[in-house]
């Protein structure tokens, strides 16, 4: 099982290419609507769909569960959710970090209009 991402891990994705893109429309994956984010990992690429996300607290789970994928593909759904929700909340530095270095910004209603 995969361990808590810390900054040196998240430096580690960063150094190994993984790029985080914001798409603001509507993600259509499989007729799914509420998809908030992916991880491709044939391109490194994580995709965060802005238009799905409702909050801030949201969108910085989002980042951190497809930081997890990106981590480890091994682990599944529900533990990859349950350590991003766990990450933000006892270790808010980290996700602090992850914006800073990708340079994000949760817009909200802002991301309708881009």
């Known amino acids: 099982m995969t361990g808590i991402i810390n900054?040196?891990?998240v430096?580690?994705?960063y150094e190994d290419n993984v790029r985080i893109r914001e798409n603001n429309k509507?993600?259509?994956w499989k007729c799914d609507e509420r998809r908030k984010g992916m991880y491709y990992p044939d391109v490194n690429r994580i995709i965060l769909y802005t238009k799905n996300i409702r909050s801030e607290n949201d969108y910085n789970d989002t980042i951190?569960?497809?930081l997890y994928h990106a981590h480890d593909l091994r682990v599944n759904e529900?533990?990859?959710e349950e350590l991003a929700?766990?990450?933000?909340k006892v270790y808010p530095e980290v996700i602090k970090f992850v914006k800073e270095?990708?340079?994000l910004e949760y817009l909200g209603d802002k991301n309708e209009k881009l």
Request: aromatic letters at 10%.
């Open 26 to 28: 509507k993600s259509v």
């Open 78 to 80: 529900q533990v990859t």
């Open 85 to 88: 929700l766990y990450t933000n």
């Open 101 to 103: 270095l990708y340079q």
């Open 64 to 66: 951190m569960h497809e």
């Open 11 to 13: 430096i580690g994705l």
């Open 7 to 9: 900054i040196d891990d």
